[in-house]
Nanobody
Framework: QVQLVESGGGYVQAGGSLGLSCAAS????????MGWYRQAPGNQRELVAT???????NYDDSVKGRFTISRDYAKNTVYLQMNSLEPKDTAVYYC???????????WGQGTQVTVSS
């Protein structure tokens, strides 16, 4: 069974930084897209950033210039460096792994990020 282990997150004041990581294991397939989504209370889950197998990145407009996604292909790990955090970034952040050439998606358990004003 695919296992996604997230780490990082926590509590930070506005303007601060946090980093998230997500390591995928037990993946009997080639990983395509890796990425991060987030869900704030009362809201739907929304895209934060993704990185493809070729290294192409995609960011939601709200995080461009502040967040950076990266990937370690050898370790099947995706990272999210979050700078200049704002209270509106407060949410549970979920790691996503998508099987290459399919729409099969796997999600991490979520990690809380709280930004105080």
């Amino acid at each position: 069974q695919v296992q996604l282990v997230e780490s990082g997150g926590g509590y930070v004041q506005a303007g601060g930084s946090l980093g998230l990581s997500c390591a995928a294991s037990r993946t009997p397939f080639t990983i395509g897209i890796m990425g991060w989504y987030r869900q704030a209370p009362g809201n739907q889950r929304e895209l934060v950033a993704t990185v493809s197998r070729t290294g192409s990145t995609n960011y939601d407009d709200s995080v461009k210039g502040r967040f950076t996604i990266s990937r370690d292909y050898a370790k099947n790990t995706v990272y999210l460096q979050m700078n200049s955090l704002e209270p509106k970034d407060t949410a549970v952040y979920y790691c996503l792994v998508q099987q290459r050439w399919t729409t099969n998606q796997y999600w991490g358990q979520g990690t809380q990020v709280t930004v105080s004003s």
